[in-house]
């Protein structure tokens, strides 16, 4: 028998698939530092993770029992995906799963970001029972999006997905993907209609200069994508949402661009110093945060479970 630890947990239709068809699954949060003792005392073969646990040369050489290391979500910079493999370990992930998720996520504060939900929420708790006219005066001039521009920079499948959001709503979108250079894009509605929109991609600088919102969607990098001087070319008043990978934004350059009132806004999902962000970061009136949940809604992590469950049984059988 097969047995399967979710260190970071995993959807109650994941556990049943897999326990189904034969596997033992175990889903008790075990601490980093104690996680190679626990998959080798308890002989575990598949080890699956979100993005609190790691999985790094140095577990995959002292655990040569695993067979499998899954991802649940997208992005695999939490392991050491090439060496894995080079030791015969088979890496799985979730690419589809969570897109829908994360899309809606940035609409979530895409449309609080215009309508100043991010700072009317702290201070109508605050003031709304004694300064109610003059709050009402200070959050009156939002914005609609219908019209606007979103620039989407990282056109994979949740790129896709928050373009398609875009799209519904009537604003225009523009993307930078050096590795897609067009794209069509089906809107399906509740009633089998559907519409077809066909995208070339924009130059990085003319995303960054003509859009009215920018939202990312890359992997993990080397070095800022969006640094002090891609601030600069957005344009006056934008806003910037990163929903994709903390160390991305310089949070440094952010901070000046929105205290000086060049970025109107920033909604940040994740944050270079995770799981401590900056306090200035958190501080910040013009920043609406959330703490890394753009792939917690329970569809998403039903659909999570269900795809590795269904990896791991085609891998192993």
């Not at 009215?212 to 990098?221: E, K, N, R, S, W």
Request: net charge negative; charged share 20%.
């Amino acid at each position: 028998m097969i047995k399967v630890h979710a260190n970071d947990g995993i959807s109650n239709t994941g556990v049943q698939a897999l326990e189904q068809a034969g596997y033992e699954v175990s889903t008790t949060k075990v601490a980093q530092e104690q996680l190679v003792d626990f998959i080798n005392r308890e002989d575990i073969g598949v080890l699956l993770v979100r993005s609190a646990t790691t999985a790094r040369k140095e577990l995959i050489d002292a655990c040569p029992g695993l067979k499998i290391i899954g991802r649940g979500g997208v992005g695999m910079d939490n392991i050491d995906v090439d060496y894995a493999r080079s030791k015969g370990l088979h890496v799985i992930n979730t690419p589809a799963a969570s897109s829908a998720s994360v899309a809606e996520l940035v609409f979530a504060h895409l449309f609080g970001g215009v309508r100043f939900l991010h700072q009317s929420n702290r201070n109508m708790a605050l003031e709304g029972d004694t300064n109610f006219g003059v709050l009402k005066k200070a959050y009156a001039k939002g914005r609609e999006l219908r019209e606007k521009t979103l620039g989407v920079i990282g056109f994979g499948r949740i790129g896709k997905a928050t373009a398609r959001i875009a799209l519904g709503c009537g604003m225009k979108v523009m993307y930078f993907d050096q590795h897609v250079p067009s794209a069509s894009l089906e809107l399906s509605f509740y009633d089998d209609q559907k519409l077809n929109f066909n995208l070339t991609a924009s130059s990085f600088d003319e995303v960054l200069s003509q859009s009215d919102f920018i939202t990312l969607h890359v992997p993990a990098q080397k070095d800022y994508v969006i640094g002090a001087d891609e601030l600069k070319k957005m344009k006056a008043g934008a806003g910037l949402i990163n929903a994709a990978r903390g160390g991305v934004v310089d949070e440094v350059a952010l901070l000046e661009a929105l205290e000086s009132r060049h970025i109107s806004f920033a909604a940040l999902d994740v944050f270079e110093n995770e799981p401590k962000p900056a306090v200035q970061v958190l501080m910040n009136e013009y920043c609406s945060l959330t703490p890394h949940i753009g792939a917690a809604t329970n569809e998403a992590q039903d659909r999570i479970g269900q795809e590795l469950a269904q990896q791991i049984i085609e891998l192993t059988t």
